[in-house]
């Protein structure tokens, strides 16, 4: 398997986690499969590979056709590729913040008992999640503005959601990076890119 089609995998779980903050934002309902894809990959901090932080390649089918679209000129969301730009400059700004990044790191271990025994959707790890978030990640700049329906981000439940999946995304964003991810990418390897997206599908 080539490298690009391994960057893949954790380009797609970035976008898929994404959708569905967009969509929890919108509607306050989530896919749950795709959401719990996303948290667990939080607690999966020394996967051997980017299959085993997703479970396997296919729980991130959701988000190879989201970029294939992207890539294809057919997205439907214009404001996903700028959520996934934030996240993206985020990542930058978290790794090099090292105490931001040891937090977060040592609020997961902590919570991983719990997590093994409730799963990583019971509404005690969201909130817990999302506390992780709010406390550490959300005080870096650029900040994520996550844009949705003012009846929805001004319920604690789904604030807490939405924080505990973007904090699923930057994971990925992290793992894009470890895996030789830039935006160069986007740039000028979108052909490469589009292929092992294709490939992976």
């Known amino acids: 398997m080539s490298d690009m089609e391994e960057r893949v995998l954790a380009l797609a779980g970035l976008v898929q986690a994404l959708q569905q903050v967009r969509q ?6 989530a896919d ?7 948290l ?22 959701p988000g ?14 214009e404001l996903l590729p700028r959520l996934a730009l934030a996240v993206i400059q985020l990542e930058r700004r978290f790794v090099h913040e090292t105490a931001t990044a040891e937090q977060v790191h040592d609020g997961i271990i902590a ?3 719990s997590m093994q025994r409730l799963g990583s959707t019971h509404p005690d790890i969201l909130a817990a999640l999302g506390s992780l978030y709010a406390d550490t990640v959300s005080h870096l700049r650029p900040r994520v503005m996550v844009q949705g329906n003012p009846h929805y981000l001004g319920q604690a439940g789904v604030v807490a959601e939405i924080r505990a999946v973007l904090l699923a995304a930057l994971r990925s964003a992290v793992l894009w990076r470890q ?4 935006l160069w990418d986007f740039l000028l390897r979108r052909r490469e890119v589009a292929a092992a997206v294709q490939a992976r599908l």
């Open 24 to 29: 929890i934002a919108e509607t306050g309902q």
């Open 32 to 38: 749950h499969a795709v959401v719990s894809t996303a």
């Open 40 to 61: 667990d990959s939080v607690f999966r901090i020394d996967a051997a590979s980017p299959e085993a932080v997703y479970g396997d390649a296919q729980a991130v089918e």
């Open 64 to 77: 190879l056709r989201l970029l294939r679209d992207y890539f294809g000129n057919a997205a439907r969301d």
């Open 111 to 113: 919570l991983a008992p």
């Open 179 to 182: 895996l030789g991810g830039s």
